[in-house]
């Protein structure tokens, strides 16, 4: 009866003898799937927490304001103005800014498209700049308040210089002579 079973159990266990030797040469290759499996989902969990540290960063970089670069230039509603019409708007926002911050003018002077202005020289045709020179009185506290303002403003204005004294009889009061430059397109 063994005879007649034989070529039957040697089958099996050639099968066997494979199967065992498959398992064998297959098993550091299923681990290794395993690992890269673990891997993968370790990973998808970092870029998970990196992409929501990115839009938290994303949306506080949105609350600064960091926008000097984006400033535009002041473009007068009715084009075609002559240099001094078409700083109207922005000369009552300087004022206004100032007389909201507590500063006194005591004198402004005006210069349009002055020759050494890099706009003048390069794209007078398209640009009328004006520099303001301003004499102010103001303390401390106010003339920072003011140049803050200054600075938020959302068309391009630049302080160009800024010379302070203080008032000889309370030093608390600052004497400034203050020039800033104005941009407006034609």
Do not use: H
């Not at 498959?22 to 550091?28: D, H, K």
């Not at 007068?76 to 000369?91: M, N, Q, R, W």
């Not at 390069?122 to 003011?146: H, P, R, T, W």
């Amino acid at each position: 009866m063994l005879l007649r079973y034989k070529e039957a159990i040697l089958y099996m266990f050639f099968m066997v003898i494979i199967f065992v030797i498959a398992v064998i040469n297959l098993q550091p290759k299923i681990v290794k799937i395993i690992e890269i499996e673990n891997n993968i989902k370790s990973q998808t969990i970092q870029e998970a927490d990196l992409s929501r540290k990115l839009e938290t960063l994303k949306k506080s970089a949105m609350e600064i304001d960091l926008s000097p670069q984006t400033k535009k230039i002041y473009k007068p509603e009715i084009p075609g103005l002559d240099a001094e019409s078409s700083f109207a708007v922005v000369f009552d926002d300087i004022i206004e800014m100032a007389k909201y911050n507590g500063i006194k003018i005591y004198s402004i002077e005006y210069v349009y498209n002055p020759q050494d202005d890099e706009f003048v020289k390069g794209a007078a045709d398209k640009y009328n700049v004006c520099v303001l020179g301003m004499q102010i009185i103001a303390d401390y506290a106010d003339l920072e308040s003011f140049l803050k303002e200054v600075y938020k403003y959302p068309y391009l204005v630049n302080i160009d210089k800024l010379e302070l004294s203080p008032y000889q009889k309370n030093k608390r009061i600052l004497l400034a002579k203050l020039q800033i430059k104005l941009y407006a397109t034609k």
